[in-house]
């Protein structure tokens, strides 16, 4: 139920609504827009940059004293709080604008660290996998009823709307308030908790902690490649969930019927991803199953990147008279199966290969490496679209995709469950 709670905040946030409403109205530095880009992309790069500080050390704290769930509703409450608080922004407050998405950012982002840490304790490891997918695919399926919902009533992103459309930051955050309810009324936390020493401090637990699993880290060789594909998969991940609307409304050009298309289209196909997937991993294995999935990546960023080509050819040598905007739908559907099942597969690798005991440092890591992933890939393209042009620079996603297969390429599934098996608690040097 987080999972079909937080989508209303990545979608109408992040994605489909205020994105394009901070870079064509609030912003609105037309006709490239590539200012208000670059802003854009400074602002979730700042968010993502806290996140990273943050979640290594709250991870260590929360499997010290075993309070997942007491940091899941902190983190909770912020964004709720700073989702709601945009809807006093107005054209032109551009740094009050940026100041509220690194906030409500910031808190989104780190509780998806939390909530993924309750993963190893959902289920045997062997059903990871499904039960990852059904969670993702849960998502998709809230993203899919909140963002049309919020489409109907809130209409087009446009100065002339603004009254209308600046609602969607109070809708996402009673959206997200509401349905995560259920989340904090029946999980629970497992485990005992465990007392601090006399004149210790859960934050000194915590770097300990860290540091003790810094200090065995040769001993999971196949979770540091696992990690360094993540990284580059959520560098390119992020990129088209911060920029994908934006790049249909500013490059492409569509009309509101093909945005509410194309919405449909991705939430859809994505869900139904994140379950297919998820079930295959059970009979391929779930490092093919990644790998799988990073290759259709490769195939949607270069439908996206060759839209207007395609649409022309199929002008020159079929006949037909294609819109680009038509096309793009093409390239939505296979982004779509993409993003279900690929974030969906690489969180239920982690999981499988995590040691018991250690599952929110380790998804700390998770969330740390997209996190860093994130400011790379969202500030390198604002950088590369102020350059070339957003057109040009979606290509960037492609080498994103291609390092993420070339790093998950060693990685040797049965190896990574014997470390995380053998794995036994060990006190730093010095403690």
Known sequence: MFDFANQAYTLLIITVVFGDLFTRVIVGDGPDYRLGNLLWSIALAVSYALVVVANPVCGAIMDHGRRRKAFLFASYLLTVVATALLWFVEPGWIFTAM??????????????????????????????????????????????????????????????NYDSVRWVGPFAAVFFLVTALPTFLWVRDRGARRTLAPGDTPVRAGFRRLLSTFEHVRHFHDMRWLLASIFFKMAGIYIVISFAFIYGAQVIGWDESIRVAMFVTVQVTAALGAVFFGLAQERIGARRTYLATLTLWLLAIAAIWQTPAVAELAREWLGVNWEAQHVFLGAGLLSGLSLGSSQSAGRALVGALTPRGKSAEFFGFWGTAGKLAAIFGILGLGLLQAWLGLATAIVFCLILFAAAIACAWPIDEARGHRAADTWRERAPKGA
């Open 99 to 160: 100041a509220l998405i690194v906030v409500s950012n910031f808190a989104y982002a780190i509780g998806e660290g939390f909530i993924a840490s309750f993963l190893p304790g959902l289920g045997p490891r062997k059903d990871l996998g499904w039960i990852s997918g059904l969670g993702w695919s849960l998502g998709y399926v809230g993203g899919l009823v909140s963002t049309a919902f919020a489409l109907l009533f809130l209409g087009e992103v446009s100065l002339a």
